[in-house]
């Protein structure tokens, strides 16, 4: 069972920073693809952040240049470290692994399938 559990959100001001974790079991990260996405009240999932088993890394424009993916195979965890934040930025951030985070890395619109969304960390930037 893959499990994806989501922690480092909070309140920030505008331009400042957060670190987001993601703890994955039931699983090796290592040959997937793994990637954040977030969500706002009333609208879909929206992809943020991918890096790929071979190390290449993706953002959306919206957050190109402020945020961060990493991740440790070895320790199953993903991270987005995001600076300058901006009120826009405010939502759930949740992170998933494979084909979900290839069809969004390959242009895939939402709505994206998927089982295993964990239960996400809220990021608010509000002054």
């Known amino acids: 069972q893959w499990q994806f559990v989501e922690s480092g959100g909070g309140l920030v001001q505008p331009g400042g920073s957060l670190r987001l974790s993601c703890e994955v079991s039931?699983?090796?990260?290592?040959?997937?693809?793994v990637g954040w996405f977030r969500q706002v009240p009333g609208k879909e999932h929206e992809g943020v952040s991918c890096?790929?088993?071979?190390?290449?890394?993706h953002y959306a424009d919206s957050v190109k240049g402020r945020f961060t993916i990493s991740r440790d195979n070895d320790k199953n965890t993903v991270w987005l470290q995001m600076n300058s934040l901006l009120p826009e930025d405010t939502a759930k951030y949740y992170c998933?692994?494979?084909?979900?985070?290839?069809?969004?890395?390959?242009?895939?619109?939402?709505?994206?399938?998927?089982?295993?969304w964990g239960q996400g960390t809220q990021v608010t930037v509000s002054s």
């Open positions: 039931g699983f090796n990260l290592e040959p997937y693809a």
């Open positions: 998933a692994a494979g084909a979900l985070v290839l069809a969004w890395y390959w242009g895939q619109s939402p709505p994206y399938e998927n089982d295993h």
């Open positions: 890096s790929l088993k071979d190390g290449t890394t």
